[in-house]
């Protein structure tokens, strides 16, 4: 085994039933995803890219395989346990950005470390400090609502790296956003990927986004077809 | 820069306290409308359960307090082989001692000794049988208001004076200057005689009384039935009717045997039945409208639960724990409870405190009709802590529960199914 694992899925095969018709979305996949590494997650819709990103993110279960994330085997664990890995090892980009919409920016980064159990002092401090670090400390009041895609999506960003995980799992998460605001958070992911060293596996059929990652894997018919090194940018 | 922010203050400045109750407490106010409604229901639960229970409360203080001033006092002293069988002969001995040291009990404001017996009472050619009462008129006077009722002539004085009620004085066909006789058996089995002069016709409401009762001098009564110091019931008043209850375990632990000490609640049955018919009429009640509001705040917490969803579904992917999901829901369902409470406190308190205070006329012609079940004019209302908190902490678990029977589908939630339901 690779000791530079952070994710191992192993022969994960995923069907679900649509109208009783069987839907094979994963077919035995094998798939290792190393520290340090900006994977990105292409195929059609359809392929099984979200699929093996929530199975990989403890959010789905496979139907048969293995699934380790930081050598921890999730099969073995119950819900609240695999709610407590999420929060110790795992941050969240979604495409619909999904912030509380009651809070700021600023609590919306510092609610996930009251989870944790992180003291107020301190979650307050990490926090402006995360967003200060993704140009969105004069922001930092003001609630989701008023903040435009690309800022929301910045605070989501803030959000899943505050923590310190060992996996940044992001789904589609330029979607809602123009090229220019891709171009720059994916820059944003690529620096955090670089000088911070978060690993960040992406679902994604942005070719923009394929144009940062330095490894792209290719699903089909919920099988990987291909599996290579990305030029990068 | 991060300083900065910090410095700025404003909503962001205030983190770093517990999020969970500000993240409920702001989610209220997603849907405002929907939660002054919620609150609204509860309010008027709340509002109108006080009011009732606290002015069910003062009508039945006062129809104990009336019922047991007009005649019976608030509790009565017998002999135990009395209350089981009514003889002339099973009396209280030495009265003057007992009532002198009665009178030196805590919480015993007054006594009043009376001599019960049963008489044929005649007028001329008429005669219908009685009770007949012999009261020393000095202590009713400071134990029960029975002689206020006196509607004509005056009250007890002489030796040979007697009142008589006003069905039977009309039975008879005397009034006021008229005479009686009455004959009776006394205590050594002899007869027992008594000529009196009807100096007064008292009016009570009360049929059995006005129709069938005689008040005559104790002494005179006593004389005539062959009693020595002795009486069949000591009436005595206590400080409070809501301190009987208390007073006569006192008085039980107190009293020689065969003495018993009896609350009013033993002596009219009836009064205590007809309350509690009465509250338990109203707590049914009660318990539908707070049924009804309770399913109200049900459908809103499933709508609340319904909508959310997909944020439930994202706070699950980021690592929340279900059990915090649904703490944070019954943290919502306790805010609206705050406020539906605090509203219906508001609205009811004054109204109450003021008809504590002023009471509630009912009118001549309503008062004439629950005269007999001696309801007064004019009602007050009596705010109690049962009064004041039990519909709020009804409403309190009602609510609690009305959120945790949708929550529980949170529990259950799929985060990847939830991530992909519609907001």
């Known amino acids: 085994m690779n000791n530079d694992a952070v994710a191992v899925c192993s022969g994960v095969t995923r069907t679900y039933q649509e109208d009783s018709v069987p839907v094979h979305a994963l077919r035995g996949v094998d798939f290792t995803f190393s520290r ?45 346990q695999l709610s407590d890995l999420r929060l110790a090892k795992m941050g969240f980009v979604f495409q619909s950005y999904n912030l509380i919409p009651v809070l700021s920016a600023q609590e919306n980064v510092e609610f996930i470390m009251q989870l944790q159990g992180v003291a107020p002092a301190e979650r307050a401090e990490r926090a402006v400090a995360t967003l200060a670090a993704l140009d969105m400390a004069d922001l930092a009041h003001r609630r ?67 144009k940062y990652a330095h490894r792209r894997v290719n699903l089909r018919d919920g099988a990987i077809v291909e599996d290579s090194a990305a030029d990068g940018v | 820069m991060a300083e900065a922010a910090v410095a ?39 509002f109108l359960i006080v009011f009732s229970m606290s002015f069910q409360r003062g009508a ?67 005669a219908f049988g009685a009770q007949v009462l012999g009261v020393d008129p000095e202590r009713e006077r400071r134990t029960v208001r029975f002689f206020d009722r006196v509607a004509e002539g005056r ?12 069905v039977l ?46 008040a005559a001098p104790l002494a005179m009564v006593r004389d005539a039935f062959g009693l020595g110091d002795e009486a069949h019931t000591l ?59 309770i399913f109200s705040v049900v459908n809103s917490f499933i709508m609340t639960v319904f909508e959310r969803t997909r944020e439930f579904g994202m706070l699950r992917a980021i690592g929340m724990r279900p059990g915090r999901i649904v703490l944070m829901v019954q ?21 109450v405190l003021w008809l504590q205070v002023y009471g509630f006329y009912l009118g001549d012609e309503v008062a004439s009709m629950v005269e007999s079940m001696y309801v007064p004019a004019r009602l007050h209302t009596r705010m109690t802590p049962v009064a004041l908190g039990l519909a709020p902490a009804v409403m309190l678990v009602g609510t609690q529960i009305a959120a945790l029977i949708p929550s529980l589908k949170i529990r259950r939630l799929q985060p990847v199914t939830a991530l992909r339901a519609e907001e």
Request: proline share 4%; net charge negative; aromatic share 4%.
């Open chain 2, 155 to 166: 009250m007890i004085e002489g030796m040979t004076d007697a009142v008589v009620g006003e």
């Open chain 1, 36 to 80: 340090g590494d900006f994977v990105s997650l292409t195929g059609p819709s359809g392929s099984g890219k979200s699929t093996l990103l929530n199975i990989l993110g403890g959010l789905d279960r496979p139907d048969s395989g293995t699934v380790s994330v930081d050598g921890v085997a999730l099969n073995d664990l119950n819900e609240t």
């Open chain 2, 60 to 126: 039945y203080v006062q129809m104990i307090d009336n019922a047991t001033a007009l005649l019976s006092g608030h509790l009565q002293i017998q002999n135990r082989h009395y209350v089981e069988d009514k003889r002339v002969e099973q009396t209280v001995a030495d009265v003057s001692r007992l009532v002198n040291r009665l009178e030196g009990q805590p919480g015993v404001e007054s006594v009043a000794p009376r001599v019960e017996a049963f008489a044929l009472v005649s007028a001329g050619e008429r």
């Open chain 1, 144 to 210: 989701p609502g008023e903040l435009s895609g690309g800022q929301q999506q910045r605070v989501a960003i803030a959000r899943a790296i505050v923590t310190d995980p060992v996996l940044l799992l992001a789904d589609e998460p330029s979607a809602n956003l123009d090229s220019a605001t891709t171009e720059d958070l994916l820059r944003l992911l690529r620096r955090l990927n670089e000088e911070r060293g978060v690993s960040v596996l992406t679902a994604t059929h942005d070719p923009m986004v394929m």
């Open chain 2, 331 to 351: 943290i919502e369902a306790a805010f609206v409870w705050v406020l539906g409470a605090a509203i219906g406190l508001a609205l009811a308190l004054p109204i």
């Open chain 2, 169 to 214: 004085a009309s039975n008879l066909g005397i009034g006021v200057g008229g005479e009686i006789v009455l004959l009776g058996t006394g205590k050594e089995g002899g007869v027992a005689a008594l000529a009196l002069d009807v100096v007064g016709v008292f009016r009570t409401g009360i049929p059995d009384l006005d129709r069938a009762m005689v």
């Open chain 2, 235 to 293: 009436v005595v008043r206590s400080a409070e009717v809501t301190e009987s209850a208390r007073l006569e375990r006192q008085l039980d632990d107190w009293l020689p045997a065969p003495l018993i000490a009896r609350n009013w609640d033993e002596v009219m049955p009836d009064i205590r039945q007809g309350i509690e018919i009465d509250r338990i009429g109203g707590y049914f009640v009660y318990g539908l409208i707070a049924i009804v509001v």
């Open chain 2, 8 to 46: 700025a203050g404003g909503r962001g400045a205030r983190a770093g306290r517990p999020l969970l109750p500000a993240v409920a407490w702001r989610n209220l106010w997603r849907n405002g409308r929907r939660t002054w409604l919620t609150a609204g229901g509860i309010a008027f639960t709340v």
